[in-house]
């Protein structure tokens, strides 16, 4: 069975510094590797996704991962916080048949002005 | 081109009694699943939906069901209410059934049974 582990469920960052969200990942195949953001009561956005063309990923609103298989890790970036950036950020690694999603428990970040 | 839509988006019921999410997927879209968000236990996949057949399944009790119908448009029934089926109840479509493809998500049906 695949999982997904995100360290830090709570992330408070200064506006204008690093973001650094963790993310590690089991999986028996290669995985495919996706970020989401949820802002409060809201569904969950796309930010990224990982499969397999390249093991740093852009994604939307400057965030970047990347994908470190020897770690078992896709790490999320964001080199300068913003006061939007204040959020819940979750993991995912998809299974090897269909759509179903298995997530992290989510990192909720809180951006200081 | 109009996202993912779920209806209603707030839901009060008693327990014991059953209820009925909708979801209409984004145009073009075949693929219809749904997920249970809740502060314990986080984002949980119910089921999936593929061109009417349902091709993958969670962990949950039977009480949890769902179709598709020849719309892509889906819904999820949950009978016998129980007060820890309170939560946000979130369905995502995506275009095909390739593992790689993102979902999209709508924002949610948040039931509260009392």
């Known amino acids: 069975a695949q999982s997904v582990t995100q360290l830090g469920s709570h992330v408070s960052v200064s506006e204008g510094a690093l973001v650094l969200l963790r993310c590690n990942y089991s999986?028996?195949?290669?995985?495919?590797l996706f970020w989401y953001v949820q802002y409060p009561n809201q569904g969950l956005q796309l930010l990224l996704k990982?499969?397999?063309?390249?093991?740093l990923v852009k994604g939307i609103n400057g965030f970047e991962a990347e994908f470190k298989k020897s770690e078992t890790s896709f790490h999320l970036t964001k080199p300068s916080a913003h006061m939007s950036d204040a959020a819940e950020y979750f993991c995912?690694?998809?299974?090897?048949?269909?759509?179903?999603?298995?997530f992290g428990g989510g990192t909720r970040v809180l951006v200081k002005p | 081109k109009a996202g993912v839509t779920q209806t209603p988006r707030y839901l009060i019921k008693t327990r014991g009694q059953q209820v009925t999410l909708s979801c209409s997927p984004i145009?073009?879209?075949?693929?219809v699943s749904w997920y249970q968000q809740t502060p314990g236990q986080g984002l949980q996949f119910l089921f999936e939906?593929?061109?009417?057949?349902?091709?993958n399944k969670g962990n949950f009790p039977g009480r949890f069901s769902g179709r598709q119908f020849s719309n892509s448009r889906s819904e999820m029934n949950v009978s016998t209410l129980e007060l820890g089926d309170s939560a946000l109840y979130l369905c995502?479509?995506?275009?095909?059934?390739?593992?790689?493809?993102?979902?999209?998500f709508g924002n949610g049906t948040r039931l509260t049974v009392t």
């Open positions: 995502a479509s995506s275009s095909d059934r390739a593992h790689n493809s993102p979902l999209h």
């Open positions: 999986s028996s195949v290669p995985p495919y």
């Open positions: 990982y499969t397999s063309a390249a093991t």
């Open positions: 995912a690694v998809s299974e090897p048949a269909g759509n179903k999603l298995t």
């Open positions: 145009s073009g879209h075949r693929s």
């Open positions: 939906y593929f061109s009417e057949t349902q091709r």
